[in-house]
């Protein structure tokens, strides 16, 4: 089992920064990549970035490329997302998630992800 805990959501204006982190325990290395995902109030789960455990990789969702960058600290189990030049459309609660026996499912596909963290809240006022 790998637990997730992020933290670093809050109420921010638009144009404005966030940074989310997520702090893994448990079995870490059975993970192949690390992502972040969102859900706004009434809509499903939607897919924002992924980043590879060991390698280089990262995937971003089309509507945060420029924006958003995830990045990983493997000596400390810990996952970031900076958000920069916020919108009010990227209020959502933030989740963390990491994949481990369906490696074969794509990096956007929820399915792919075995464990959750319990999320964690941003607001982007206009």
């Known amino acids: 089992q790998v637990q997730l805990v992020e933290s670093g959501g809050g109420l921010v204006q638009a144009g404005g920064s966030l940074r989310l982190s997520c702090t893994a325990s448990?079995?870490?290395?059975?993970?192949?990549?690390m992502a972040w995902f969102r859900q706004a109030p009434g809509k499903e789960r939607q897919f924002v970035a992924a980043?590879?455990?060991?390698?280089?990789?990262?995937k971003y969702a089309e509507s945060v490329k420029g924006r958003f960058t995830v990045s990983r600290d493997n000596a400390k189990n810990m996952v970031f997302l900076q958000m920069n030049s916020l919108k009010p459309e990227d209020t959502a609660v933030y989740y963390c998630?990491?994949?481990?026996?369906?490696?074969?499912?794509?990096?956007?596909?929820?399915?792919?992800?075995?464990?959750w963290g319990q999320g964690t809240r941003i607001a982007v006022s206009s």
């Open positions: 980043i590879s455990w060991r390698g280089d990789e990262t």
């Open positions: 998630a990491a994949d481990g026996s369906n490696p074969h499912l794509m990096l956007w596909a929820t399915a792919r992800y075995e464990h």
């Open positions: 448990g079995l870490v290395d059975t993970v192949w990549y």
